[in-house]
Every structure is written in structure tokens, then in C-alpha cells.
T-cell receptor, first 114, second 112 residues
């Protein structure tokens, strides 16, 4: 089925561990982005990409790295997990130039850092 | 940074009632999005608006660009409409797709 696929759905990490959250889309969308959702804070933009080889920081980028080697994939790397990174993470994609197109979201990754 | 405010934060209504959720923002935008999130679930895009009004089934979304305000209406509400409704805005930018700014959401409960 066409859409945005996120893996894993759940993950528990120990403080200091690293991991990669995967995001893949098969709609040939240029634009991909990562958000975190925290109670009382709403969703906040971590990093985004407007095409392969191009990434930029969002509102809360510290502690996260991204790369975009292909149009389809946009992984999010936690370099050294901290309890403050406990959150639900969503990946989203869209055609660039959102005048006529909405966003498609993945189903989310619930991350707990202990 | 655009400030996106939603009201109300929480809303409980009876089945069949007409529901209105409001969203205001502080800086001009290229588009406004209404999203739906069921408990423990993913996020679904309901509407994207840059002007005027859109309708899909029992859902209607309107936007007033001059007043920087949008409303989401649900007619003949049903318990399955119970969810969090989130307003988000796309900024003006060269590419038009440089990240969303979100409101904190409206938690809607429709009682049978």
C-alpha cells in the first residue's frame, strides 16, 4: 500500500545508546520531515528535507541527525539517547510546494529512554 | 515563529450536535492543515486550505486569510468522531514545504 512506513513501532533504549528510526515513502514525494509529539507540547519539527542530498534543521534538532541519500528514505538517528528524547516520533512526506497537496504521516514510533 | 492557537482544548458533546473547533495563527501562511489523531493512533490529514472553504462528508473547513483564522465544523457528530483534531500551518518559503507549525490540538469526545 502506498504511504509512509515507519519502523520500529515501539523501542526502549538505555541512556547513551544510539539508534536509527526508519522512514520510507513510495509516493515519490520530494519533501520529508520528522516530528516529535510530547504531552502538552504538541508536535514539533525536528529535521526536514526538500529532496535527496538536502536536509535542514527544524525547531528541536539537538541530539538528532538525518540524511537523505534517496528520495524514498529519511532515517532519523539518535546519537546518544537521553530521557528527554522519550516521545512519539512521526515522519511525514509531501510534494514540495504544498499549494495543492497535503501531508501523509507515518504511524509513529513510540520511544522510551530509561 | 508562527504561533498557532486552538480552541477549545477539550470538548465533550452529545451525538448529533454541531461541532466547531477554531484555529488562529499569528503570521501569514501558504496553507493551513486540519489533522485527526485517534487515541494511540497515527495522524490523518483531513483538509489543506489556502483560501475559502472545503467540505468532505460531514466535515467542513473554512479559512479567513485576512483574519488569520480557520474553523473546522462537524455536522451530525458521531462517537466515531471522537479524536484529537490538530491545526497546523505551512509557512511562506521559497519551496513552500519547509515544515509545519502545530497547534496543541482539541480533544473531542462525542457521547452516545
Amino acid at each position: 500500500n502506498a504511504g509512509v512506513t515507519q519502523t520500529p513501532k515501539f523501542q526502549v533504549l538505555k541512556t547513551g545508546q544510539s539508534m536509527t528510526l526508519q522512514c520510507a515513502q513510495d509516493m515519490n514525494h520530494e519533501y520529508m520531515s520528522w516530528y516529535r509529539q510530547d504531552p502538552g507540547m504538541g508536535l514539533r519539527l525536528i529535521h526536514y528535507s526538500v529532496g535527496a542530498g538536502i536536509t535542514d534543521q527544524g525547531e528541536v534538532p539537538n541530539g538528532y541527525n538525518v540524511s537523505r541519500s534517496t528520495t524514498e528514505d529519511f532515517p532519523l538517528r539518535l546519537l546518544s539517547a537521553a530521557p528527554s528524547q522519550t516521545s512519539v516520533y512521526f515522519c511525514a512526506s509531501s510534494y514540495r510546494g504544498t499549494a495543492n497537496y497535503g501531508y501523509t504521516f507515518g504511524s509513529g514510533t513510540r520511544l522510551t529512554v530509561v | 515563529k508562527n504561533e498557532v492557537e486552538q480552541s477549545p482544548q477539550n470538548l465533550t458533546a452529545q451525538e448529533g450536535e454541531f461541532i466547531t473547533i477554531n484555529c488562529s495563527y499569528s503570521v501569514g501562511i501558504s496553507a493551513l492543515h486540519w489533522l485527526q489523531q485517534h487515541p494511540g493512533g497515527g495522524i490523518v490529514s483531513l483538509f489543506m486550505l489556502s483560501s475559502g472553504k472545503k467540505k468532505h462528508g460531514r466535515l467542513i473547513a473554512t479559512i479567513n486569510i485576512q483574519e488569520k483564522h480557520s474553523s473546522l465544523h462537524i455536522t451530525a457528530s458521531h462517537p466515531r468522531d471522537s479524536a484529537v483534531y490538530i491545526c497546523a500551518v505551512s509557512p511562506y518559503s521559497g519551496g513552500g514545504a519547509d515544515g509545519l507549525t502545530f497547534g496543541k490540538g482539541t480533544h473531542l469526545i462525542i457521547q452516545p
